[in-house]
């Protein structure tokens, strides 16, 4: 495994170290040798008790992010019309800003 460690200079005479991956690894020490040598130690000893687990979350179609709405619309003139003003007015603006920079 291949992680980032970040190490901050808080104050002189003051240093933390964190792990990127894992924001609650964090050692503050004297020396910026010092936090990284007791970050790596913990972290070692951490990860010997941790297990990873994938977990497949099952997903209920009816409440799928608004898809009974889908559709919905469709045959709605006014709607429709809606649609037409938005993709020329889009159109419009792309084509006014052709050429800048």
Do not use: H, Y
């Not at 291949?2 to 020490?29: H, N, W």
């Not at 209920?60 to 429709?80: H, K, L, T, W, Y």
């Not at 007015?89 to 920079?101: H, L, T």
Request: glycine residues 4%; contains cysteine.
């Amino acid at each position: 495994m291949k992680v980032t460690l970040l190490v901050e200079t808080l104050q002189p005479g003051k240093v933390a170290a964190s792990v990127l991956e894992f924001p609650d690894s964090r050692i503050e020490a004297e020396t910026r040798e010092s936090a990284i040598s007791q970050l790596q130690a913990n972290f070692t000893e951490r990860l010997k008790r941790l297990e990873a687990i994938s977990w497949d979350i099952p997903v209920n179609a009816s409440n799928s992010m608004g898809m009974e709405f889908v559709g919905v619309f469709q045959d709605d003139p006014d709607f429709q019309a809606i649609c037409r003003d938005l993709l020329a007015e889009r159109a419009s603006e792309d084509d006014d800003n052709v050429g800048v920079i």
